[in-house]
């Protein structure tokens, strides 16, 4: 079982920056891929950016050239680096993981959420 615990999320002026992580712990044979996700009040949650055990990553086109997705394999880390923060992105955020469990049965598991604000 993996269990995941997500920090640096908080409130930020527009235009700013922050760096979201997610540290996973517990027993797995492998973590196929890590992501964040976001929900905002009134919408559904959506991708954000998404990496896999091979290196690729994808972005959602709102958040391409500002954020950045990186993954710490010996660590079992994913961080979310925010740049040129938008009101926009205010949302919760969640850490994504699929992975493989000891007895090889294909898992997900969620973060708790980590609240993001940007205003002025």
């Known amino acids: 079982q993996v269990q995941l615990v997500e920090s640096g999320g908080g409130l930020v002026q527009p235009g700013g920056s922050l760096r979201l992580s997610c540290a996973t712990s517990?027993?797995?044979?492998?973590?196929?891929?890590m992501g964040w996700y976001r929900q905002a009040p009134g919408k559904e949650r959506e991708l954000v950016a998404h990496?896999?055990?091979?290196?690729?990553?994808n972005y959602a086109d709102s958040v391409k050239d500002r954020f950045t997705i990186s993954r710490d394999n010996a660590k079992g880390i994913v961080n979310l680096q925010m740049n040129s923060l938008r009101p926009e992105d205010t949302a919760v955020y969640y850490c994504?993981?699929?992975?493989?469990?000891?007895?090889?049965?294909?898992?997900?598991?969620w973060g708790q959420g980590t609240l993001v604000t940007v205003s002025s």
């Open positions: 994504n993981v699929k992975y493989l469990s000891i007895i090889r049965r294909y898992t997900e598991v």
């Open positions: 517990g027993s797995f044979f492998s973590i196929n891929s």
């Open positions: 990496t896999t055990s091979g290196g690729s990553t």
